[in-house]
Each structure stands twice: as structure tokens, then as C-alpha cells.
């Protein structure tokens, strides 16, 4: 295994790093440990917030550099690019400016001399994804490091410049060497990093089956452990809903960032049969019509996949999806040019023992329900062990929150499709995982809410 830029967009390697030896990576964690208990966590968080803040500063001001690293190693379209930069920075800025509001010690009303303390607990090994390559790091980076944590950040190996541009972020905004670190390690040293007691908590984003392995490794060793899996989120549209309206949010629900999200509409069950067919109709036209290529043409709204493992993958949940019965009423192929690129697909009849019934689709590709009853869809839409985000299109905006309380999910969106910002908690239950980040949530994970109870001598 190595770390690699391969374009997407046209299939070329462009280069190569090579992993860590052993010793370069404990040598990483000895000096983020030292750092940690010598310096970091004694810092007062006014001081740790302003190097966050300068990051922030630095990004916003150097905003072309960072989104062409995104847009030539996982092929993110350039114009969705910037959104990710500029929600890096504001995340960034979030922590900055409350981070010592979050952190405050609280007085127990009702316990006279009790306080409870937000501490610090030591070195966070970090495990993210390559769809996001800046924004899955601030998710964690960002809290931790006002919180005066440190990090060990091993990301995904296809987005090795992304990576590094985001070390020399900090780097330049002042942090001190081990506060945060990047590693080119492999899957058996990130094991052995689990297995050390000086890392004292992991974060991973990433499939469910990496979340089982991380999950289970850290929790042999006493370790917290937050992780964000995958997503195969519903979106309802019951009958009171604005089928336009509905179509819009859900093409760009499920095609933004080139459709690889957790929480891209996977997904669609409309309430209703005349219902269904035209919004199937209106939603193959809209798929039919949307304009694929470089990702750095202003006028294109969907990339290539970022892979071609990925792509691989999309082929072949296609296939056994159509083998077992599903028909493909939209795209399903390759496109014949270089780079990864795949008709955005829409798949219907989809029965229970389809095994697309149960997988997530990381790519473009839609799956297509109707049922004839508001708890049909319900039953459905819960009908998955995955539950991360949800979606209700309704006019009747009251009826809609009553049908998101019955989603088994952490996050439902009313009438759009997702949208985020640093004060909303991301995260979901079941199969996807468990913990937050973002938001006060976020910062809460990793620290130790330290009780002091005083009672004054007689």
C-alpha cells in the first residue's frame, strides 16, 4: 500500500509517497505525547483558539491553492470545492470563538461546592475519508485541538497532497510541532497506534466495516472511540409535497460532490402510485440532462467518482441489483473516456432480497421506491441497518417533524436536502456509527468532565 494522487478525471497517476517506517511513525507519537503533557493542555484556550483562528485565516486567504488539491485528487467539481474550503474556515472560526465558552467550568446549582471541569485526555488518533478531504479533518481538528487535545491524523491514501496542505496549515498558523501531526502509515501501524496507551482516543469517518475493526480494537483497549459509518438516507415524499420542488432537492441531494457523501439522498419512496410515476419521470429527465466532465469546466454538474475501485464497485451493485430482478430506467454504465466517470443511474423494483435493498450506493446512483401509505414509507425508510440522515417533503410542515420523529436516524432534514454548518451536531445511530462532531457536541467527545467538590474546613 502506498499513498497516491491518481486524477480522476483522466486516469493519471501523478504521484507517489511512501509510508512511514515504524519508527518514524512512534517517533510522531512520542513527540505529539510530549508535546500533550508539557505544553499543549497548559496553554490557556484563548491561546490555543487564536492558532485555530489563524488557520482559518491562512485558508480563507489561499482559498485557490487548497481547492485545486481537492479538485485533482478525489475530482470534486471546483465551484462545490470552494464550499468545502469556505465551511472549513467558518468550522474553524466556530471553535475558535467559543471554544472557551464550551470549556467553562459549570457550577452544580444544586450542589453547593461542586464544579464539573472540561479537561483535555492526551492524543487523538484520527481516521478520515478521502470524499471531504478538508472538512472530514476540521470536523475533529478544529474542537480538538482548542480543547488541547493533539492529533495524529491518518487520512485516505488517495488524497496524500490534501493531506499535507492541511499539516502545513497549522504549521503556518503557528501550532507547535505534535500538536498536529499527519501520518503515511498503513492499516497494521495504525493498529499498534490503537494499542498504545498514550493515544487515549480514536475518531474514524469511514465504511462500516473499518468502524467495526477500529470500534473493536479500541474498545479491547479501554479507549474512547467515536465513529461516523455509512448512510443509505431515505427521503419521503408524502402526498402533501411539491413534486418539482421535491425533484430539484432530491438530484441535488443525491449529486452533489459527485454523489459520494454519508448523507447524499441514496434513496427515494414517494407516497402515492400516479405520485411516483411523475416523479420518477421528472427525476429521469433531470438525470438524463445533467452535464458530466472536468471537473474544473464551470459548466459541469457532475464529476467523475473518485476511484476506480469505487467505480468498480458502483458497476457491480448495478449489475446484481438488475441480475436480481431491479430495472435501471436511467444511465447504469461507464461513460466511454478517460477518468472514472458513471452515468448517473436511477433503479427501481427493488425487492427486500435485492441485495441493493440493504447496500449503500457511494456514487451515483438512486434508488427508487413507492409505496401507497404514509407508514409504508416509514416502515421502509427504517428498513436498513444504517440510520445517519433523513429527508420529509411536505407542505404540511408540522405533519413532516411528526414523520422525522419516527426516522431512525441522527440527522432529518424538512423540505431540503442536507445542509451543514459548525453549530448543527453531525453524526447518526444504528450501523452508522455512534458520537458527534460538530457543534458544543463535538468538542465534549474527547474531554474528561472532571467533578472537584470542595467543602471548607470547620
Not at 20 to 26: K, T, Y
Request: proline content about 5%; hydrophobic content about 45%; aromatic content about 8%.
Amino acid at each position: 500500500m502506498s499513498f497516491a494522487t491518481v486524477n480522476p478525471a483522466t486516469g493519471e497517476l501523478v504521484k507517489e509517497f511512501p509510508l512511514q517506517s515504524d519508527e518514524e511513525v512512534f517517533a510522531a507519537l512520542e513527540t505529539a505525547d510530549k508535546r500533550y503533557r508539557e505544553d499543549w493542555k497548559f496553554r490557556p484556550a484563548a491561546e490555543r483558539a487564536r492558532i485555530v483562528a489563524r488557520a482559518a485565516q491562512i485558508l480563507r486567504e489561499r482559498r485557490d491553492e487548497y481547492v485545486d488539491h481537492l479538485t485533482l485528487e478525489m475530482g470534486k467539481v471546483t465551484r462545490f470545492g470552494y464550499l468545502e474550503v469556505d465551511l472549513v474556515a467558518d468550522i474553524l472560526d466556530y471553535y475558535a470563538q467559543n471554544g472557551e465558552r464550551f470549556l467553562a467550568a459549570e457550577e452544580l446549582p444544586d450542589e453547593p461546592g461542586a464544579t464539573v471541569v472540561a479537561e483535555p485526555i492526551g492524543v487523538i488518533l484520527a481516521i478520515e475519508p478521502w470524499n471531504f478531504p478538508y472538512y472530514q479533518l476540521a470536523r475533529v481538528v478544529a474542537a480538538q485541538l482548542v480543547a488541547g487535545n493533539v492529533v495524529l491524523l491518518k487520512h485516505a491514501e488517495s488524497v496524500p497532497q490534501s493531506a499535507l496542505a492541511f499539516a502545513r496549515l497549522f504549521e503556518e498558523a503557528g501550532a507547535p510541532e505534535g500538536v498536529y501531526t499527519n501520518l503515511f502509515c498503513s492499516i497494521e501501524q495504525i493498529a499498534a497506534l490503537i494499542e498504545d496507551f498514550r493515544v487515549r482516543g480514536v475518531t474514524l469517518t469511514g465504511s462500516e466495516r473499518a468502524g467495526a475493526s477500529v470500534g473493536s480494537r479500541a474498545g479491547r483497549n479501554l479507549k474512547k472511540v467515536v465513529l461516523e459509518l455509512g448512510g443509505s438516507d431515505p427521503a419521503l415524499v408524502l402526498p402533501g409535497a411539491d413534486l418539482g420542488f421535491a425533484a430539484e432537492q432530491i438530484v441535488m441531494g443525491r449529486t452533489f460532490n459527485s454523489a459520494q457523501g454519508c448523507v447524499n439522498i441514496k434513496r427515494v419512496i414517494v407516497v402515492g402510485r400516479a405520485r411516483g410515476e411523475q416523479l420518477l419521470a421528472d427525476l429521469t429527465a433531470r438525470f438524463a440532462a445533467l452535464r458530466l466532465g472536468d471537473p474544473t469546466d464551470e459548466t459541469t454538474q457532475l464529476g467523475p467518482v473518485a476511484m476506480e475501485r469505487a467505480l468498480d464497485t458502483l458497476l457491480t451493485q448495478i449489475a446484481d441489483a438488475e441480475a436480481a430482478g431491479a430495472r435501471i430506467v436511467v444511465g447504469g454504465r461507464r461513460l466511454d473516456r478517460p477518468g472514472f466517470f458513471l452515468e448517473p443511474t436511477i433503479v427501481t423494483d427493488i425487492a427486500p432480497e435485492n441485495p441493493l435493498y440493504q447496500q449503500e450506493a457511494f456514487g451515483p446512483v438512486l434508488s427508487f421506491y413507492v409505496v401507497d401509505s404514509e407508514e409504508e414509507a416509514l416502515a421502509l425508510a427504517n428498513a436498513t441497518k444504517y440510520g445517519l440522515g433523513g429527508y420529509v417533503f411536505d407542505a404540511d410542515v408540522e405533519h413532516a417533524k411528526q414523520v422525522a420523529a419516527r426516522l431512525e436516524a441522527g440527522m432529518v432534514y424538512i423540505n431540503s436536502c442536507f445542509f451543514d454548518s459548525p453549530r448543527m451536531p453531525f453524526g447518526g445511530v444504528k450501523n452508522s456509527g455512534f458520537g458527534r462532531e460538530l457543534s458544543e457536541l463535538g468538542i465534549g467527545e474527547f474531554l474528561n468532565r472532571k467533578l472537584i467538590r470542595v467543602v471548607e474546613p470547620v
